[in-house]
T-cell receptor
Framework: AQSVTQLGSHVSVSEGALVLLRCNYS??????LFWYVQYPNQGLQLLLK????ATLVKGINGFEAEFKKSETSFHLTKPSAHMSDAAEYFC???????????WGAGTKLIIKP | NAGVTQTPKFQVLKTGQSMTLQCAQD?????MYWYRQDPGMGLRLIYY???????DKGEVPNGYNVSRLNKREFSLRLESAAPSQTSVYFC??????????????FGPGTRLTVL
């Protein structure tokens, strides 16, 4: 069965530093891949998604993610963290023939001043 | 457009009480979902409705029932609330999936506490 692993339940970076949030999936066939962001006390909002076009996907708020088939990864990056990026980030996967999204456990991003 | 709306935003129940969480979407989506979110456990699917008139169990359906009232509305009912159902509940909607699930759009959530 498809699974999604997000390394690190909490990631802490300094303001202005690189943000790297890791996501690995288990499918042998390239799936659709999603990153969502959840700000405190809010619902989830789509950051970006990969649907087998360009491997480097740009999203909102300066985030981007790169699909690497050989590594079965879809890590989320941002060159320079802002205080407003503090939130929880979820990776999700959609497999061929599966009408449900498979969710990672989430990574809470903490920004240090 | 309001997107996906959920009512109520907060609710406190006593064990054994019942309640219905309401969800509506104005994006003309065919598919709707109910999730619960608990600390450290991510999102878990309770029930979903691929299209009007159909509902299916997700990962954690026990203790819940759903009704797809029409294309816009999808409600979640707790018949006899238990403390284990204390959680944040999210409703989501999407276009009808063709070969696979696609982008889901989420409501703001309902924070439920069962005493």
């Amino acid at each position: 069965a498809q699974s999604v692993t997000q390394l690190g339940s909490h990631v802490s970076v300094s303001e202005g530093a690189l943000v790297l949030l890791r996501c690995n999936y288990s499918s042998s066939v390239p799936p659709y891949l999603f990153w969502y962001v959840q700000y405190p006390n809010q619902g989830l909002q789509l950051l970006l998604k990969y649907t087998s076009a360009a491997t480097l996907v740009k999203g909102i708020n300066g985030f981007e993610a790169e699909f690497k088939k050989s590594e079965t990864s879809f890590h989320l990056t941002k060159p320079s963290a802002h205080m407003s990026d503090a939130a929880e980030y979820f990776c999700a996967v959609s497999d061929w023939g599966n009408y449900q999204l498979i969710w990672g456990a989430g990574t809470k991003l903490i920004i240090k001043p | 457009n309001a997107g996906v709306t959920q009512t109520p935003k907060f609710q406190v129940l006593k064990t054994g009480q019942s309640m219905t969480l309401q969800c509506a979407q104005d994006m003309n989506h065919n598919s709707m979902y109910w999730y619960r979110q608990d600390p450290g456990m991510g999102l878990r699917l309770i029930y979903y409705s691929a299209s009007e008139g159909t509902t299916d169990k997700g990962e954690v359906p026990n203790g819940y029932n759903v009704s797809r009232l029409n294309k816009r509305e999808f409600s979640l009912r707790l018949e006899s609330a238990a403390p284990s159902q204390t959680s944040v509940y999210f409703c989501a909607s999407s276009e009808v999936p063709t070969q696979r699930a696609d982008t889901q759009y989420f409501g703001p959530g309902t924070r439920l506490t069962v005493l």
